[in-house]
């Protein structure tokens, strides 16, 4: 059954800016309720103002606090009832060499891009269980956001890639794990390539204690991100369009760029036949030659 939208409630987190924010106007569009959740709070007041003439709840919050979270649920439950739709949006990116990767900087990345997660899941959940329990109309989806790097593992983005691997294989167990035990909330992973967005960036809303000198291989993969980022076709509105059209149809796996799939076939076969994984820069020697001097320089 597809879902209607109008007054229902959407929770979205990273909810200040690019796709969440995107994905707000959508919903608002649809005649949702709307409750708002980012870690920086300029964004947040801005969107609150945007949003004013919009039924809306909003909190300042790191999702990677299972606290903070609860909090928001709790607030959630109290103001609207169990929400229908929860996008796990929040995510931040940090590359280089995977060794040169700091401890904070994995608590980092871990924390609000896969504990994010987790704790989405693990608090609305069972809200929208007990929704569909109460009222056989009731329909729930959740989306948790991934990214092509949680099917390929290109260089120089090590806890990038092993953080949103964990969201693609959290959110297919999800899949199979409420079809266990409901026919009313699904769920679905979003894999978005390059949008542009302020992600390349988001080591703005770091606690400075946490952060060290970059290194050769950070400054190299950061210049890549915001250089991709930027030349992105598709924009956040783009996606979030997608993102809504896959949950009326219920589909679970959400790329935004199909094209980009021919690696993760290319990947699979080699698996399949024991090969060494490719040099994703085979195809490009001029790019290869520049990346490779620049480490090792």
């Not at 801005?46 to 909090?71: I, K, Y």
Request: charged letters at 15%.
């Amino acid at each position: 059954m597809s879902m209607d939208f109008k007054g229902k409630t959407a929770v979205i987190t990273g909810a200040g800016s690019g796709f969440g924010l995107a994905l707000a106007r959508l919903c608002a569009q649809e005649g949702m309720n709307l409750v708002l959740a980012d870690v920086q709070a300029d964004a947040l007041d801005r969107a609150n103002q945007e949003f004013a003439g919009v039924p809306h709840l909003s909190q300042r919050l790191d999702v990677s606090s299972g606290a903070e979270m609860a909090t928001l649920a709790a607030a959630v439950q109290q103001r609207f009832g169990a929400p229908h739709l929860v996008f796990n949006n929040a995510g931040v990116a940090f590359g280089g060499l995977l060794w040169e990767a700091s401890e904070a900087d994995w608590d980092w990345v871990m924390g609000v891009n896969l504990r994010g997660v987790v704790h989405g899941v693990r608090l609305f959940t069972p809200m929208m269980l007990a929704a569909a329990k109460a009222d056989p109309l009731y329909r729930g989806h959740i989306v948790n956001t991934a990214s092509m790097a949680g099917v390929l593992n290109p260089p120089l983005s090590g806890p990038y890639n092993v953080s949103k691997h964990a969201v693609v294989s959290l959110s297919e167990t999800l899949h199979h794990d409420l079809a266990l035990v409901t026919e009313q909330v699904h769920c679905s992973v979003l894999c978005p390539y390059y949008v542009p967005t302020g992600i390349a960036d988001s080591h703005r809303n770091r606690d400075p204690g946490t952060m060290t000198r970059a290194t050769a291989s950070q400054r190299v993969s950061h210049a890549m991100a915001q250089k991709a980022v930027s030349s992105g076709k598709l924009s956040a509105e783009d996606i979030a369009a997608m993102v809504l059209a896959s949950v009326r149809e219920q589909r679970f796996w959400i790329f935004s760029h199909p094209h980009a799939l021919e690696g993760l076939l290319r990947n699979a076969e080699d698996q399949v036949r024991g090969l060494n994984p490719a040099d994703p820069f085979a195809a490009m020697p001029e790019l290869n030659a520049q990346i490779r001097g620049a480490l090792r320089a």
